[in-house]
């Protein structure tokens, strides 16, 4: 390692590099509402795992409590087995984070954003110029990286956000909403980067999503939340079956799962 206090950039500790994250009874009220009721689920490396709900479900209120932005009244959330709310700093080097509506530096270009980022992360020049320009070919930013962001459009500021949270090799990806916003050929650009990130670097991947059929093309496992309770959890095809047809029944199980039509419309998409 290098003298500074920064954290080697390759792999997690031995012992715990199966698991990204690990959420253990978790639960969490806000006055009269709990928002999360005894949540327990894991992420593990290499996989892309949907966080899926109505508004209100208690997504945000998860995902904050495993960024250690939130703290649960009960249970426990390990990164990489060390839990979020001791050991703060440790995970923060292993978590990239990109929220609904990111907020970025107006005044600065695209490119002098992510040189800032890779700054507060200590990236040697070689490290980030690759490092940015492998994610700006790949999310088809080349070439406006000089541009000023305020003339960006929102789906390329969602692009520039997900640079900024991969700048430092983090090991767990988290995301909220991370396709809101993008055209199909951004959205699919995006995907694939993903994919790519979970397959050929282990990265363990959350994001939340209303929308199922998102969830259905990439995900490895959909967890639903409903009134803060985990409803479901497993791989899209277990969903199916548990749907008991061959695709036609998932929107029923949805539906009678989360009772709300707020999956309606995705739902019946997974049906064609
Ligand atoms: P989702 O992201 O699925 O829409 P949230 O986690 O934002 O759900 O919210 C879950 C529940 O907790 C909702 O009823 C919401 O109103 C409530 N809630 C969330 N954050 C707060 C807060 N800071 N104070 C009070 N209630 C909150």
Redesign the pocket.
């Known amino acids: 390692m290098e003298g500074s206090n920064r954290l080697p950039e390759s792999a997690p500790p031995a012992t715990v590099a199966g698991l990204a994250v690990d959420v253990r009874g978790v639960s969490k009220r806000?006055?009269a509402?709990l928002?999360l009721a005894h949540v327990s689920f894991t992420v593990p490396s290499g996989q892309i795992v949907g966080l899926l709900?109505?508004?209100?479900?208690?997504?945000?209120?998860?995902m904050k409590s495993i960024l250690g932005l939130v703290r649960p009244d009960s249970g426990q959330v390990l990164v990489f087995g060390q839990d979020v709310q001791t050991d703060a700093v440790a995970t923060k080097r292993l978590v990239g984070y990109v929220p609904e509506s990111p907020s970025l530096y107006e005044f600065l270009t695209g490119a002098e954003y992510l040189d800032f980022v890779a700054d507060m992360y200590g990236l040697s020049r070689a490290e980030r110029s690759e490092r940015i320009g492998h994610f700006l070919g790949g999310l088809e930013l080349a070439g406006h990286e000089n541009s000023l962001i305020s003339t960006y459009s929102q789906g390329m500021r969602q692009k520039v956000a997900l640079i900024a949270a991969l700048v430092h090799r983090p090991r767990l990806l988290v995301l909220d909403e991370p396709l809101n916003g993008l055209d199909p050929r951004a959205a699919r650009v995006t995907k694939d980067l993903l994919r790519n990130l979970a397959d050929a670097e282990g990265v363990g991947i959350l994001f939340?999503t209303h929308v199922l059929e998102i969830a259905q093309a990439i995900c490895d496992r959909v967890v639903i939340?409903n009134h803060?309770e985990v409803v479901a959890s497993g791989t899209i095809a277990a969903l199916r079956e548990r749907a008991g047809l061959a695709g036609s029944g998932l929107e029923e199980l949805f539906l009678s799962l989360t009772g709300t039509g707020d999956l309606h419309d995705v739902v019946a998409a997974l049906a064609h």
């Open positions: 806000y006055a509402v928002a709900g109505p508004n209100g479900a208690g997504k945000s209120t998860m939340s939340l803060g």
